[in-house]
């Protein structure tokens, strides 16, 4: 089976830090991605893992663990555009690399 | 450099009728990835198009057919619509399965 695991909702404050955790199992492993989509909106790319580390883009850093099937998404310096959910997607083998989603994380910024 | 374009980008029907959305993808892709999205959900994978082939379907019923004509674009039909087809329709280009990237997608609403 394949399933992939994010809480589904987290609040922080701004300027401060958050880590989203996913948990996943999947039929073979060929990368883990991480969207950031507002509501409504189209999902945007923010990183992509397929070794074991971390990944820092700016404000935001990915980390994974394939012997864990575990990744998170960290964000910092948290702004209130953040507000949004962030999608956990993991990138199979065979079957032509179809991209399987989580449920997502809501996460709210206030002030 | 445009990137993917759906359409329209609202849609109401009503139960049993039927609806074609559409996806022109972004230059220089050449695969079309659907997926539906319900309502604070993850994207759920509907099926892949490349070289004008259906090439990989998840778990969604025949109503669900799809066509991608030689200059990569692509539609989706739903047949039979029902309540539950109600949803945000993403549709998501690729050079081959690398590389997604999503439009902002159709939200329909099924009466």
């Known amino acids: 089976g394949q399933n992939i695991d994010q809480p589904t909702e987290m609040t922080a404050t701004e300027g401060a830090i958050v880590q989203i955790n996913c948990t996943y199992q999947?039929?073979?492993?060929?990368?883990l991605f991480w969207y950031q989509q507002h509501a409504g909106e189209a999902p945007t790319f923010l990183s992509y893992?397929?070794?074991?580390g971390l990944e820092e883009k700016g404000r935001f850093s990915s980390f994974l663990s394939r012997s864990k099937g575990y990744s998170y998404l960290l964000l910092k310096e948290l702004q209130m555009k953040d507000s949004a959910s962030y999608l956990c997607?993991?990138?199979?083998?065979?079957?032509?690399?179809?991209?399987?989603f989580g449920a997502g994380t809501r996460l709210a910024v206030h002030p | 450099d445009a990137g993917v374009t759906q359409s329209p980008t609202h849609l109401i029907k009503t139960r049993g009728q039927q609806v074609t959305l559409r996806c022109s993808p972004k230059s220089g892709h050449d695969t079309v990835s659907w997926y539906q999205q319900a309502l604070g959900q993850g994207p759920q994978f509907i099926f892949q198009y490349y070289e004008e082939e259906e090439r990989q379907r998840g778990n969604f019923p025949d109503r669900f057919s799809g066509h991608q004509f030689p200059n990569y674009s692509s539609e989706l039909n739903v047949n039979a619509l029902l309540l539950g087809d109600s949803a945000l329709y993403l549709c998501a280009s690729s050079v081959d399965s690398y590389g997604y990237t999503f439009g902002s997608g159709t939200r329909l609403t099924v009466v």
């Open positions: 999947t039929s073979g492993f060929n990368g």
């Open positions: 997607a993991v990138r199979g083998i065979g079957g032509y690399n179809k991209l399987i």
């Open positions: 893992n397929v070794l074991d």
